[in-house]
């Protein structure tokens, strides 16, 4: 399930162009005033079992009409629009508790006020759909370069690609559900013709509290089990996901 917050910035709002980890801030402040142990346990833990532990939440990218980027600056100068997504009951009943009863975001300082909060319904499963993004996706792997071995990010046209991010829906499908999937079928691929058109600019280089991320923002068409991807609908295709990565809609 997810929750779509409108926002009011006034008469305009400008934050760094790397704004992730404000959104971020913002998610595990509500939880800490609902609720600190579960923001705690979360924030420290996660669901699942080393190595491989998760958040099982993600977010979207600010959305507005009217927006601009001038240097390491990203101005908004129409509603705010910003999604909240997780297969966890307690995450969106803490997240929400303290949405509702503030009834405001605050943003690198700046207050706003919140006009409308929804729960969007879900979309019907299909065994072949197609999404947008509405954060980059990552999906990262261990690989030996010139004798040594290190985290790589991968491109659309990776070989592995399709593979990683099912075995890694796998994985979230485990945690979430406590069982695999009774179909672990899946095959992903980013819309070429979309990359042919844009020349091949489709990724995008964010800076996560110091850390550089390259993820991929592209039109995609998944098929295969039903239960993946509603999964990576959920919880987000791909890694780093509570970091406001691999959030699509339909």
């Not at 099912?166 to 070429?192: C, G, M, S, W, Y």
Request: aromatic letters at 10%.
């Amino acid at each position: 399930m997810r929750i779509k917050i409108q926002a009011n910035i006034r008469d305009r709002l400008t934050l760094p162009i790397n704004y992730n980890h404000l959104l971020t801030g913002v998610i595990y402040r509500f939880l800490a005033e609902s609720n600190p142990e579960y923001a705690t346990f979360l924030h420290n833990q996660g669901y699942g079992a080393e190595p491989r532990r998760f958040k099982l939440f993600t977010f979207s990218q600010l959305m507005a009409e009217r927006r601009r980027v001038t240097g390491a600056q990203i101005h908004f100068a129409s509603t705010l629009t910003w999604s909240v997504s997780s297969p966890v009951a307690d995450f969106l009943s803490h997240f929400a508790d303290t949405l509702l009863t503030e009834g405001r975001l605050t943003l690198g300082g700046h207050q706003l006020q919140v006009q409308d909060v929804t729960i969007p319904r879900p979309p019907r499963f299909q065994s072949e759909m197609r999404f947008r993004c509405l954060s980059p996706i990552v999906m990262t792997t261990v690989r030996e370069r010139e004798g040594k071995r290190g985290m790589h990010y991968c491109l659309p046209d990776d070989p592995e690609l399709s593979d990683l991010i099912r075995k890694n829906l796998i994985r979230k499908h485990e945690v979430i559900h406590a069982r695999f999937p009774h179909d672990d079928r899946l095959t992903f691929q980013f819309d070429e013709n979309y990359i042919v058109r844009r020349q091949g600019r489709v990724t995008r280089l964010v800076d996560f509290k110091g850390i550089k991320i390259k993820g991929i923002m592209c039109p995609l068409r998944v098929s295969g089990s039903t239960e993946l991807i509603q999964t990576g609908y959920e919880c987000g295709f791909g890694d780093k996901n509570s970091a406001g990565f691999g959030m699509v809609d339909i």
